[in-house]
């Protein structure tokens, strides 16, 4: 078995800041995802990467940047927080191709 | 684009009862998941189902590829089982992401 941490699990910031969010497997998973849960919709994914330094975008990616920097994290940027935002992003792995194991969520609220 | 249609929107059910949970998928597809969430909490893997039945305990997944839908059976549900259910379509060759339905809302009564 294996674990998804991610930090932090909740995160305040003011309009236009900057924000970093982590994420760390210890599945040895090839692929990591981003995925952004708003309420009462569905998930829609940020950003993946099929290995380390590799980063694809999703339906999502503008106003986010990414970082795999090594196989076991990856990392996502608020480029400009926007004010009243609320959302729960959440971090996924998988072997390439199978299923998606998931994190348990980082909560933003801009103020 | 690819579409996850998920039916019903929210189900109220009396504890012991059964519960039948549909996925209908706009296009062909080569596998899909079962996700199940509390409120305020993370995604837990029910079933990586790419075809046929799976079972896990009281829980039952039927995927049939050429009819594009996949179904979610629970039965004698039980008061815990409250909570969102979701499924997902997906990968797909060329491209690695989930595609979501927006989900079940559960609630199992006492």
């Known amino acids: 078995g294996g674990i998804i941490t991610q930090t932090p699990k909740f995160l305040i910031g003011q309009e236009g800041q900057k924000l970093t969010l982590k994420c760390q497997q210890n599945?040895?998973?090839?692929?990591m995802y981003w995925y952004r849960q708003d309420s009462g919709k569905g998930l829609r994914l940020i950003y993946y990467s099929i290995t380390e330094n590799d980063l694809q975008k999703g339906d999502l990616s503008e106003g986010y940047d990414a970082s795999r920097e090594k196989k076991s994290s990856f990392s996502l940027t608020v480029t400009s927080a926007q004010k009243n935002e609320m959302a729960v992003f959440l971090c996924?792995?998988?072997?390439?191709?199978?299923?998606?194991?998931f994190g348990p969520g980082t909560r933003l609220t801009v103020l | 684009g690819q579409q996850v249609q998920q039916s019903p929107a929210s189900l109220v059910l009396q504890e012991g009862e059964n519960a039948e949970l549909q996925c209908n998928f706009s296009t062909s597809l080569n596998s899909m998941q079962w996700f199940y969430q509390r409120p305020g909490g993370s995604l837990v893997s029910l079933f990586y189902n790419p075809s046929g039945t799976k079972q896990s305990g009281r829980l039952t997944s039927t995927t049939v590829i050429k009819e594009r839908r996949s179904s979610l059976h629970i039965s004698s549900s039980q008061t815990t089982d409250s909570g969102t259910y979701l499924c997902a379509m997906g990968p797909t060759s060329g491209s690695w992401q989930l595609i979501f339905g927006s989900g079940t809302q559960l609630t199992v009564m006492p």
């Open positions: 996924a792995s998988s072997t390439t191709g199978y299923e998606q194991y």
């Open positions: 599945f040895n998973h090839d692929t």
